[in-house]
């Protein structure tokens, strides 16, 4: 059986905290090591911008795979760096690696990929920019749209967790208690978080506060 050291990656402190964004690549990972019967030996998290080049966590992650003879994998490419050098560095240190989005990537495939990525990100970067420039042109005072973009999220948020509110009604009353169990079950029955993922304990946990069945029970 192949061993596995994974890695993670999420951009800011809140993620990181939160568990937002882990948990989708947590699943990924998952399911790729079921269909390869692979083995995980370790996972490895870091709250990095995928800009930065020192990463420790991903050093010592990289360390790890040469110490078991494992390879590493990631979620998404993009989950190392958006860099054409980062991604050809880590290639040339003669480490294994595999990114399940696309697992049958050879390396010309790889540095095109991640030439694209990095293309992409100075495209995002540079509209950015203009429509912030042009916002303030208009004399729009910047930042001043975050509370109302907070509650819409909020809002929209609370409106899908409202469909489940009938089978996660159900799912307790059979019984089921803890955080885990209840996505397991959600999982079962087919049913999927708004960014389209499998349950995990953080979404979860977020489903039974806004359904407030975390205090009640429903």
């Known amino acids: ?13 809140r993620q990181g905290v939160s568990g ?15 269909q390869c019967s692979g083995e995980l030996a370790e996972e490895f998290i870091e709250v990095e911008s995928g800009t930065a080049k020192d990463r420790p966590i991903l050093v010592k992650s990289i360390a790890r795979c040469r110490q078991l003879r494992a390879t590493l994998v990631i979620a998404k490419l993009d989950r190392l760096a958006r860099s054409v050098a980062f991604i050809s560095s880590l290639m040339e240190s003669g480490t294994e690696f595999v990114a399940v989005d696309v697992p049958f990537a050879n390396k010309l495939m790889l540095h095109l990929m991640a030439a694209f990525a990095e293309h992409e990100r100075g495209e995002i970067s540079a509209r950015t920019r203009a429509a912030l420039a042009a916002a303030k042109a208009r004399g729009v005072v910047l930042g ?11 809002e929209e948020a609370q409106r899908y967790a409202e469909k489940f509110r009938g089978q996660v009604s159900e799912i307790l009353s059979n019984g089921v208690l803890t955080v885990r169990d209840v996505a397991t079950e959600l999982n079962k029955c087919g049913l999927r978080t708004r960014q389209n993922t499998l349950w995990g304990p953080s ?14 029970g429903l």
């Open 203 to 216: 979404t979860t946990s977020r489903l039974l506060s806004r359904l407030g069945a975390q205090k009640s």
């Open 1 to 13: 059986m192949t061993k596995f050291v994974s890695y993670l990656r999420v951009s800011t402190t």
């Open 20 to 34: 937002l964004g882990l948990e989708a690549q947590r699943e990924h990972v998952r399911a790729y090591l079921a």
């Open 144 to 154: 001043s749209n975050g509370n109302v973009l907070a509650t819409r999220h909020k």
